[in-house]
């Protein structure tokens, strides 16, 4: 069995996945747009699982981007609706298996509802210290990045800091994924091959893997297969081939 072997291999500690195709999914099928998303998120709930067995710490699900907020009212709605009934029904499971859920991004532009049910959740599992589940909820990279700036000349008007000593690890601590790892491996199904403000500084290292597989068929075999694949790779940090390996 495909897990068996990668469990033997270099495990990334944290996927970052960027679930696409959910409407063309739904074309496909003559189904309604929402059809695919309520797919997507039977796949969603498969791959935590897949994570869970295969040892991954950390799984980054982009689940609704700042700039899915201009999509029409009724899919916006729909998808809020499918969060908030995923969260009841699969919760208490979740717990269960010491799963750890926290969320990124812009959470003021959330429904009061969602944002409650979220917050909620976040606090029953924060003892968790299985899998952490990371839900990209109203998240843009670019958006993260002005805000930590804004941030940052906060801090300093307050109690300015010195400059010379601002590095990279400071500025990650003002980023929504602080304390987070960076990711080793990021997926993207649906054959696009783009980064749509997911991340940016997070994955400056981390391997790219792109599927055609629309995220609805996304299974957890084709979720070790991307990280079979990534085992394969040299990850080479800007040196050389035979320094890696030394
Ligand atoms: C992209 O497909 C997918 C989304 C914008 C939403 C992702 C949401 C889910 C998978 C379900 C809910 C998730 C959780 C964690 C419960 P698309 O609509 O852009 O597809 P298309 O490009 O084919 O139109």
Not at 8 to 13: A, I, K, L, S, Y
């Amino acid at each position: 069995m495909l897990i068996d072997e990668i469990k033997q291999g270099n495990m990334p500690e944290h996927v970052a996945v960027i679930m696409d195709g959910n409407g063309r999914w739904a074309k496909q099928h003559n189904k309604p747009r929402l059809e695919g998303h309520a797919k997507g998120a039977v796949a969603a709930r498969q791959i935590v699982e897949a994570a869970a067995e295969a040892g991954v710490k950390y799984l980054t699900l982009y689940a609704f981007s700042v700039e899915n907020w201009n999509r029409p009212k009724d899919e916006v709605s729909g998808l809020m609706s499918l969060l908030l009934k995923s969260l009841a029904e699969q919760f208490d499971d979740l717990i269960k298996n010491n799963v750890r859920l926290l969320t990124i991004g812009d959470s003021s532009l959330l429904p009061q509802d969602v944002l409650l049910q979220v917050q909620h959740a976040i606090a029953r599992s924060s003892s968790n210290t299985g899998l952490t589940v990371i839900i990209a909820l109203s998240y843009g990279s670019r958006q993260e990045i002005v805000n930590a700036v804004k941030n940052i000349l906060q801090s300093y008007k307050q109690n300015p800091f010195d400059i010379e000593n601002f590095d990279e690890e400071k500025f990650s601590s003002y980023l929504y994924t602080k304390d987070i790892p960076d990711p080793e491996l990021l997926i993207r199904t649906s054959g696009e091959i783009r980064i749509s403000n997911f991340l940016l500084w997070q994955i400056s290292y981390s391997e790219l893997y792109f599927t055609d597989i629309l995220w609805p068929d996304f299974t957890k075999e084709d979720f070790y297969k991307a990280i079979a694949n990534y085992q394969h790779r040299e990850r080479r940090f800007g040196k050389i081939s035979e320094q890696v390996k030394s």
